[in-house]
């Protein structure tokens, strides 16, 4: 075994170190959930770059290493071209979707079915999504157990196990908040590690113009040819990755959904795709696949024999000291660990907001719904563990991939009409995903005649990234067709759940008109009032106001002084009437809302308005 | 020219572009976008430059950066 071999026991320390240190992070932040919004959504709280770390973090999943390095080893720099898909999304993601889910308060993707279409198309997207995520948290735990099987000599079993309860004991202590916190420390091991391999490779070599005359002249290029080789063409990869896998990222991803809602407001989702996209995003791109590229170098100049698929793990182990190597192993264990916490979290959120609240006890109080949170989530870590054995034996595996192909298209595609086209129907959506599922699913009993007329003269290797064309083309003209046949839904009863009516949720939101003057932030001191207690409101002074181009009523937000909380202190509250000139400086607020921000009297903080 | 090369960035940033184009009016649609606004100014510009950057580094790893390494160094 590799590991044998390979790790050396000052690796396995910094291993376990790491994996104490994660669970430890946590645990710890468990006494931030004080209620079902906490465990779900962190309290709606973080600050942009919070959440742009996590989502990288989560992105990047156990499979991530080995596969872009693979991918790199194979073809060269174009392993990366999947991260130049996510741009074209941003202008729907930031000004459609996450205003509609943000600002109408959905709080899942089967919600936003019945909200915009009706309950047949939630019933059947609930189960498609709980059915599409919990073989995901399978998936995860069998690649982590394979890779943990390649470094440390474990058995399968044994590192899914490991790496299960841990995820399930810190998801289950402290929701979303331990989540985002923990993908954040994650976020930047997996990128340090990447980085800094590739750092130190380029050291090795002598420059970067030496690492870069040792690589292939067809590894030099930031796509692969158009229609070739099948199992790597641009065009497969594009239809597959950029149309169907991005978009499904952005807009059916309840994971996503949820990191998204858990930011501090909408402006801030701006920021957030931008350091994520044009920042973060391309650094995981090169942390992923440059293990690859540097194995194949180092090939070419003789100094290490490889294939692709251990192409990563071999060029780290050859290029890092002790210790070092371990840290690179912690990396690895971090990108499936950030992936799984999510889906964990993203299960536990569907399972009570979709099927518990309002089928089996509607009336029940916020905290019995925390309680069954927590205990779906390590049910939900079972449930993924219990799938090890079966995805193990490969046929299930595969139809598991058989059976995300055929449904991610369809419910996808549902998605991107109803939030575009105010003449889409309940009928159409219904038909989309039924109707597009199904027509899939004959592509795999009849690939020749369904996929090969989209093949592009790849022939049948490629079908497997040709068939997410197939199943959006599919979907698509079902939707469209039905729709011109179908009755659609009042525009008023619709407002805030499609483009165009985004100002309607807005002021949902708010209860009256928003105000979008610009303002800047004020800095005050918080003093505990309690005649403000049940109100939600804070006092603070005309200046502040002014200086915050805000009037009594509008939403603001109040967040501690040290911004590298990200957030973690701070809540929303309302402004009042004014207070007398001698408040001046001061911030009243009540002690719920101080003890919700974890605010002491006298706390210096930073309020700007929301809305 | 290899168009075998080209293809594949006139179909990412022709695709990207028409994605780009339906979010953009979706948002000037009904004034959630409203460029009498500084920021959302900047966040049309912010996409704009976003849009122009990823195109430019893809240009430059398929036209230029084949060639860089020929000498040997940079």
């Known amino acids: 075994m590799i590991a044998e071999v390979l790790g050396m026991p000052l690796d396995y320390v910094v291993l376990l170190a790491y994996f104490v240190g994660v669970m430890g992070f946590g645990l710890f932040f468990g006494r931030y959930t004080s209620g079902t919004k906490d465990f779900f959504f962190g309290g709606q709280r973080f600050s942009w770059w919070l959440i742009a770390f996590s989502c990288i973090a989560t992105i990047v999943g156990s499979y991530s290493f080995v596969k872009y390095s693979e991918a790199g080893f194979q073809y060269g720099i174009s392993s990366t071209q999947t991260y130049f898909n996510d741009w074209f999304w941003m202008p729907i993601l930031v000004l459609v979707w996450i205003p509609i889910i943000y600002y109408r308060k959905i709080v899942s993707i089967p919600e936003y079915l019945e909200a915009r279409f009706d309950k047949k198309t939630r019933v059947m997207g609930t189960v498609i999504i709980l059915l599409y995520l919990t073989g995901y948290i399978g998936i995860n735990l069998v690649t982590l157990g394979k890779t943990m099987h390649t470094l440390l000599g474990w058995e399968i079993m044994t590192g899914a196990t490991v790496t299960a309860v841990a995820v399930a004991l810190y998801v289950c202590a402290g929701g979303q908040t331990a989540v985002i916190m923990t ?12 980085l800094g391999l590739f750092a130190g490779a380029i050291y090795h070599f002598g420059g970067f113009g030496d690492f870069w005359s040792l690589l292939p002249q067809a590894h030099k290029y930031a796509f692969s040819d158009f229609n070739a080789p099948p199992k790597f063409s641009f065009i497969g990869i594009y239809a597959q990755d950029g149309l169907a896998n991005t978009g499904a990222v952005m ?19 701006r920021r957030m795709v931008i350091c994520w996209v044009l920042v973060l995003a391309p650094l995981a791109a090169i942390a992923t696949s440059c293990g690859g590229w540097i194995a194949k170098a180092l090939v070419n100049k003789g100094e290490l024999a490889t294939d692709a698929g251990g192409s990563f793990v071999n060029a780290a182990h050859f ?32 399972f009570v907001n979709d099927i518990w609240r309002p089928y089996i006890r509607p009336a029940a109080s916020d905290k019995h719904h925390l309680l069954v949170a927590r205990i ?16 193990m034996k490969g046929t299930i595996y595969e139809a598991h991939g058989m059976f995300t192909a055929a449904v991610t298209p369809p419910v996808l595609m549902a998605i991107f009409l109803g939030i575009l086209w105010q003449r889409y129907t309940p009928a159409a959506a219904f038909a989309t995903i039924a109707v597009g599922s199904v027509l899939i699913a004959l592509s795999f009993v009849w690939p020749d005649v369904l996929v090969g007329p989209l093949d592009f003269g790849m022939g049948p290797d490629s079908y497997t990234f040709m068939r ?29 759940l499609v483009a165009g009516t985004q100002t309607d949720a807005m002021r949902q939101f708010k209860g009256g008109e928003p ?32 200086t915050m181009a805000a009037e009594p009523g509008d939403l603001l937000y109040a967040d501690d002084v040290r911004w590298w909380y990200g957030g973690l202190h701070s809540v929303h509250v309302r402004a009042g009437l004014p207070a007398h000139s001698k408040a001046d400086g001061q911030m009243l607020i009540s002690p719920q809302d101080a003890d919700t921000a974890h605010f002491a009297d006298g706390q210096k903080v930073v309020v700007e308005k929301i809305l | 020219m290899n168009m075998l090369r080209v293809w594949p960035i006139v179909c990412e940033f022709g695709v990207g572009l028409v994605l780009c184009a ?21 966040l049309l510009v912010a996409f704009v430059a976003g849009y122009l950057l990823l195109l430019a580094g893809a240009c430059v790893f398929t036209f230029l950066s084949p060639h860089w390494a020929e000498g040997g160094t940079l």
């Open chain 1, 468 to 496: 997410a064309l197939f199943g959006l083309l599919a979907a698509g003209t079902v939707g469209v067709v039905v729709t011109w046949f179908t009755r659609p839904r009042a525009l008023g009863e619709i407002k805030g």
């Open chain 1, 515 to 546: 105000n979008r003057r610009p303002g800047g932030k004020a800095r005050l001191t918080a003093k505990l009032d309690p005649s403000l207690a049940g109100t939600n409101t804070v006092i603070v002074p005309q200046s502040a106001l002014d």
């Open chain 1, 183 to 194: 993908d954040l420390a994650q976020g930047v091991i997996l990128l340090i590690a990447g």
């Open chain 2, 22 to 42: 339906v979010g953009i009016w979706a948002g000037l649609r009904g004034g959630y976008l409203d460029l009498k606004v500084s920021e959302d100014r900047r």
């Open chain 1, 251 to 269: 807009l059916m991803h309840q994971a996503f959904l949820m990191r998204f809602l858990s930011l501090k407001s909408v402006k801030d989702s």
């Open chain 1, 319 to 350: 290029l890092c000291a002790p210790g070092v190597f371990g840290f690179i192993l912690a990396a690895l264990t971090a990108a499936l660990m950030s992936t799984a916490d999510s889906l964990v979290n993203a299960v536990s959120a569907i």
């Open chain 1, 376 to 391: 779906t989530s390590l049910a939900a870590a079972g449930l993924g563990l219990a799938l090890v054995p079966v995805f």
